[in-house]
């Protein structure tokens, strides 16, 4: 072979690839439908997954994966002890197992103190936890439908302790522990010379303009003018707002139209029109490559909120496209009520901090912001440590963030007597004033265990993530409590059948909740974990933070102009987006860069770079880069809070009116669906509502009956039309 003929034999492959993703999109749709027809059909009360999965050509153990309601017996039952002369079981054979090297069993735990907290509920006489239920069961018991998942992250290799084996098809994936011996104590520090410290210089504002490619207005400053967008390509935006406004304006912010998914229709994906879109050569114009110390470059290819950068050929201008939906749902409002929105959120911080600036991303803003509150003088003057990078992996794989689950029937009634929401104000803010600082101490099994039981009580109550194992107790009839890893990346379930054992990583108060739960004290086994100091390192942010909230709120709740009303209460939702976003950058998922290169130039493409969207000119791709050394990351306060917010939806405390309210505090069999800060419920609660952070706001409320739902859609169309419903009983009106 000589070089032309490699040269077009490479043209052939690069030709076959296209025809391969193309032919990926379309088995991928189908899939998609053949999972929604499994999760239909098991929703019939005879349905079994033996007779499924030969009519949908997959095992037992990919319809189980898609309907855990249809798991055997076998998996759902629980665990017993080993019969003296064991014989196969015939109705298990079907279903894969992993080998037996890839689940050890853990060493012995420490049992964890039961922890009384307020009034019990009487629990079943035969709530005392089994001593037979000492054999891990597979916690795929767990009956929430897989429509709602937990939101997925970028692909992460495993920390070095974790089975490098995959979890088998349909199994709960594996979590990785800390190592033994010397090297789990170097996974326990701090990362060389990285901390968090007080900025020493001001940022600099941009000048922004605010559109809506659907009509073509336009708002900078005081002036708002009409625009011909012609197709509204990126092209067609930046030759219009530069042919009418100053060359100044340094972002866009997109409020309505989303021009991004103009051509949808002719890609396979999403992402693909997206990349497409943002990639467009524009005559004039090329993909930004940064300024100074600022790195911000290329473009951000997101879905629904991407990010286009970019720089005028030959000269030193540079313009950020951006949605504005990255810091609240417009509502319908026009681009000067959300021009007003943004002047009245930046006067809410300027009370707290003087140099305060608005930024692109309510993440990067709300980091920014809390750098500003670093001590300058005591303790942590000198910075907050940031910890080691396998520790930041440890926490990425097993600290999960707001819990999403969809109960089916027949777990709640195929008729729903009715489906209330309750929705936690600024839920995330209740969780700030008690964080972990300084260096963690490991707690082994065996130091747990030579603790006091007042000793061990004071470390749950304090800052920890713990590995546990749990048994669910006998005669528990309710929702489950601690969340354990299930099928798939980053997804999470809570097993809630009697008798089930599992082990996971979870949080001080999702631990506390489950040995103080209102119902019976689960049991739960201490076999690892780590232990902070109780610091305060958010609590001066959020008071901020939650005191700006309160302004803004109070103005959309009195002003008496309607559309300062609604300019005030969509700065409120920016300043909960503000901490929302602030919170979840400290977790510092791991990095994955996207780019994009010109098809002439392929063999630029980094070799270990994956591609994901294509057109006539350019391929996108996107390959991991794992941790960076951000100064910022600080996993462990993103996991506590993820973790206090996840207890108080199932219990949490109002100490004002001396009453418990969340989902354990409703009857058994009422809970629908959790969806982050929300529980949907049967019927309504007699829960206190004075509209403070944390507190259960009824937003919704469907009169019955009503099908009860089966997918995420379903339950997101329910959602709206009690919120709608609601709406109209409280106001005597339309909505």
């Not at 001593?131 to 920390?159: G, S």
């Not at 739960?517 to 739960?524: D, E, G, H, T």
């Not at 937003?699 to 009956?705: A, D, E, M, R, V």
Request: proline residues 10%.
């Amino acid at each position: 072979m000589d070089s032309k003929a490699y040269t077009a034999a490479l043209a052939e492959l690069r030709t076959l690839r296209d025809e391969i993703k193309k032919k990926q999109a379309e088995v991928a749709k189908l899939e998609t439908e053949r999972a929604r027809r499994v999760t239909a059909l098991a929703g019939y009360e005879k349905a079994k997954a033996e007779r499924i999965a030969p009519a949908a050509g997959m095992s037992l153990a990919e319809v189980v994966a898609i309907a855990p309601i249809l798991a055997p017996d076998s998996l759902t039952a629980p665990a017993q002890p080993a019969p003296t002369s064991p014989a196969p079981d015939v109705h298990a054979q079907p279903v894969e197992e992993p080998p037996a090297a890839q689940t050890p069993e853990p060493a012995p735990g420490a049992a964890a103190p039961p922890m009384a907290r307020g009034p019990r509920t009487p629990a079943p006489a035969d709530a005392a936890p089994s001593a037979t239920a000492q054999v891990e069961a597979p916690p795929a018991t767990d009956h929430a439908a897989p429509a709602a998942k937990a939101p997925a992250a970028a692909p992460q290799p495993p920390p070095a302790s974790a089975p490098s084996s995959l979890a088998v098809a349909g199994l709960p994936r594996p979590l990785p522990s800390l190592p033994e011996g010397p090297e789990g104590d170097r996974w326990v520090g701090h990362a060389a010379n990285l901390a968090s410290t007080r900025p020493n210089f001001t940022q600099q504002a941009r000048s922004t303009a605010f559109l809506d490619t659907a009509t073509g207005m336009l708002v900078y400053r005081d002036q708002t003018v009409r625009l011909d967008l012609a197709s509204a390509s990126a092209g067609d935006i930046l030759q219009a707002v530069f042919h009418t406004v100053p060359e100044g304006v340094e972002r866009i912010y997109i409020t309505e139209g989303d021009p991004w998914h103009r051509e949808a229709g002719r890609y396979p994906f999403l992402r693909d029109a997206v990349a497409a879109w943002l990639n467009a050569p524009i005559e004039g114009w090329r993909t930004d490559t940064g300024r100074g110390k600022d790195r911000m470059a290329g473009h951000f290819v997101h879905a629904r909120h991407p990010v286009g950068r970019y720089q005028r050929e030959g000269a030193d201008q540079h313009v950020e496209i951006r949605s504005v939906g990255e810091w609240f749902d417009p509502d319908g409002a026009d681009p000067t009520t959300i021009r007003d929105a943004f002047v009245l959120l930046w006067k809410a911080l300027r009370a707290h901090w003087p140099d305060a600036v608005i930024m692109g991303s309510p993440s990067q803003t709300g980091r920014d912001l809390w750098t500003r509150t670093i001590p300058a003088r005591g303790q942590f003057s000198e910075g907050y440590p940031v910890l080691s990078e396998e520790l930041r992996g440890l926490l990425h794989a097993t600290a999960g963030q707001g819990r999403t689950e969809l109960i089916t029937p027949p777990d709640v009634p195929d008729q729903l007597p009715a489906l209330v929401e309750y929705d936690r104000t600024f839920a995330y803010a209740k969780h700030t004033w008690k964080s972990p600082v300084g260096t963690p101490r490991r707690i082994t099994a065996a130091t747990f265990a030579s603790w006091s039981e007042k000793e061990q009580t004071k470390a749950l109550f304090g800052c920890g993530h713990w590995q546990v194992r749990v048994t669910v107790p006998n005669g528990w009839n309710h929702v489950g409590i601690l969340p354990a890893p299930a099928p798939g990346e980053r997804a999470w379930h809570y097993p809630r059948t009697p008798g089930t054992t599992f082990t996971t990583w979870a949080g001080g108060p999702e631990v506390h909740t489950a040995l103080s739960n209102p119902l019976a004290p689960w049991k739960v086994e201490i076999l690892d974990g780590l232990l902070w100091e109780d610091g305060k390192p958010l609590d001066d942010w959020s008071r901020k933070l939650k005191e700006a909230w309160a302004s803004l709120s109070a103005q959309a709740d009195l002003h008496g102009d309607p559309t300062h009303r609604q300019a005030a209460h969509l700065a409120s939702r920016a300043v909960r987006s503000l901490l929302l976003y602030g919170i979840g950058s400290f977790a510092q998922r791991p990095r994955t860069v996207t780019g994009t290169t010109p098809r002439t130039a392929e063999r630029d493409i980094p070799a270990d770079a994956e591609i994901i969207g294509f057109d006539d000119d350019h391929v996108t791709w996107q390959r991991p880069t794992g941790f960076s050394r951000d100064p910022n990351a600080h996993p462990e306060w993103a996991a506590t809070i993820w973790s206090g917010a996840r207890a108080a939806l199932l219990s949490m405390r109002m100490r004002d009116d001396n009453t418990h309210v969340g989902a354990l505090h409703a009857p058994p069999g009422t809970v629908v669906a959790f969806r982050t800060d929300a529980v949907y419920l049967t019927a309504p609660q007699n829960w206190p509502y004075h509209g403070q952070p944390g507190e259960y706001l009824n937003k919704g409320h469907l009169t019955g009956p009503v099908p009860a739902p089966t997918t995420e859609d379903e339950l997101l169309a329910l959602r709206d039309a009690g919120r709608t419903a609601f709406h109209r009983t409280r106001t005597g009106g339309d909505a």
